[in-house]
């Protein structure tokens, strides 16, 4: 079993910052951020491969997003920069077990419970 926890969501204004925090137990071979706006459907914004730290990015995010991950404390992050308020969402962790390419976004099947991020404009 994975068991994910999200933490570090908050309201800022745009153009600001903000890091998330993902702490995680069990093997993964894929962690990745999804978001969901309201009315919207969840869209993967940022993965990695956690055995080398390879990264992946929503073409919405790249230059402003990065996805890490400190595999002593089992963690992942996700440190988002330039906000903007189209970044406005739920955002959760996730995980799969063994996976294929880590972009593949329909494989991840375990998640956290989301942390709340609110851009003004």
């Known amino acids: 079993q994975v068991q994910l926890v999200e933490s570090g969501g908050g309201s800022v204004q745009g153009g600001g910052s903000l890091r998330l925090s993902c702490a995680a137990s069990?093997?993964?071979?894929?962690m990745a951020w999804f978001r969901q706006a309201p009315g919207a459907e969840r869209e993967g914004v940022a993965a990695?491969?956690?055995?080398?730290?390879?990264?992946y990015y929503a073409d919405s995010v790249k230059g402003r997003f990065t996805i890490s991950q400190d595999r002593a404390k089992n963690t992942l992050y996700l440190q988002m920069n330039s906000l903007k308020p189209e970044d406005t969402a739920m955002y959760y962790c996730a995980a799969v077990r063994s996976g294929g390419y880590c972009f593949v976004w329909s494989q991840y099947n375990y998640w956290g419970q989301g942390t709340q991020v609110t851009v003004s404009s």
């Open positions: 990695i491969y956690t055995h080398a730290s390879s990264t």
């Open positions: 069990g093997y993964t071979d894929c």
